[in-house]
C-alpha cells in the first residue's frame, strides 16, 4: 500500500528566508507525485506535481520540488518564502495511469511565517 | 485552469438530520469525482469515488448507508449524509477530474457541524 510521509507538523520561517519542507513515500512502482497548499478553510490548490521525466519540476508561486527516488523523497522548496505562503502543505501520492486518482494524501505541515 | 465548486461552505444542522452537499464542474465535465473528509488538524482521507453513471465505490470503513454518493450527471456529485450525529462534523472536500485527462482539481470545501 502506499503511504506518504511528512515529518515536519508545523515549521515556523522568517519571511524572506529559505524554506523546504520534506516528504517521504513509500509506493511500489513508479510514483506519481504531488504538493498541495491549503489555506484556512479553503480547498486544496496543486503546486506542482511529478509524473515523470525531470526530476526539478517547478511550480506556481516559486515553489519547486526534487524527486529524488534513492531517498524515496519529494520534498518541496522555496528560496524565499512570502508572508502569504502561510498556509498547510500537503504531499500526495498517486496511483493510477493519469497518477491522480485515490491520491494517499500526507499528514500535512503547517507553515507559519514571522516578519 | 478548471473550476470545481462546492455548497453549501458551511452547514449546521440538528443531529438526525439529513444534509446534502453538492459539488459542481463548473467548466468541465468529469466522469470521476472524488470525496475526501478532513478532521481537525488532520490529512485529507478518501471516502468515495463517485462515477458518474454508476454507483460509488466507497473506501474500507467508509459507511455506504451513511453517506450517499449521487453522481447524476458528468457536472454534479453529490454526498449526502444521512441521520448526522455530532461526529459526522468534519470538512468534507470533493475533487474531479476532467474526463480525459490527468488533472484533478478541488472543490474549496463544505464545512458540515452537527449539533
Known amino acids: 500500500a502506499q503511504s506518504v510521509t511528512q515529518p515536519d507538523i508545523h515549521i515556523t520561517v522568517s519571511e524572506g528566508a529559505s524554506l523546504e519542507l520534506r516528504c517521504n513515500y513509500s509506493y511500489g512502482a513508479t510514483p506519481y507525485l504531488f504538493w498541495y497548499v491549503q489555506s484556512p478553510g479553503q480547498g486544496l490548490q496543486l503546486l506542482l506535481k511529478?509524473?515523470?521525466?525531470?526530476?526539478l519540476v517547478q511550480g506556481i508561486k516559486g515553489f519547486e520540488a526534487e524527486f529524488k527516488r534513492s531517498q524515496s523523497s519529494f520534498n518541496l522548496r522555496k528560496p524565499s518564502v512570502h508572508w502569504s505562503d502561510a498556509a498547510e502543505y500537503f504531499c500526495a501520492v498517486g496511483a493510477s495511469g493519469f497518477g491522480n486518482e485515490k491520491l494517499t494524501f500526507g499528514t500535512g505541515t503547517r507553515l507559519t511565517i514571522i516578519p | 485552469g478548471a473550476v470545481v465548486s462546492q455548497h453549501p461552505s458551511r452547514v449546521i444542522c440538528k443531529s438526525g438530520t439529513s444534509v446534502k452537499i453538492e459539488c459542481r464542474s463548473l467548466d468541465f465535465q468529469a466522469t470521476t469525482m472524488f470525496w475526501y473528509r478532513q478532521f481537525p488538524k488532520k490529512s485529507l482521507m478518501l471516502m468515495a469515488t463517485?462515477?458518474?453513471?454508476?454507483?460509488?465505490?466507497?473506501e474500507q470503513g467508509v459507511e455506504k448507508d451513511k453517506f450517499l454518493i449521487n453522481h447524476a450527471s458528468l457536472t454534479l456529485s453529490t454526498l449526502t449524509v444521512t441521520s448526522a450525529h455530532p461526529e459526522d462534523s468534519s470538512f468534507y472536500i470533493c475533487?474531479?477530474?476532467?474526463?480525459?485527462?490527468?488533472?484533478?482539481?478541488f472543490g474549496e470545501g463544505s464545512r458540515l457541524t452537527v449539533l
Open positions: 511529478y509524473f515523470s521525466g525531470d526530476t
Open positions: 475533487s474531479a477530474r476532467p474526463t480525459g485527462t490527468g488533472e484533478l482539481f
Open positions: 463517485s462515477n458518474e453513471g454508476s454507483k460509488a465505490t466507497y
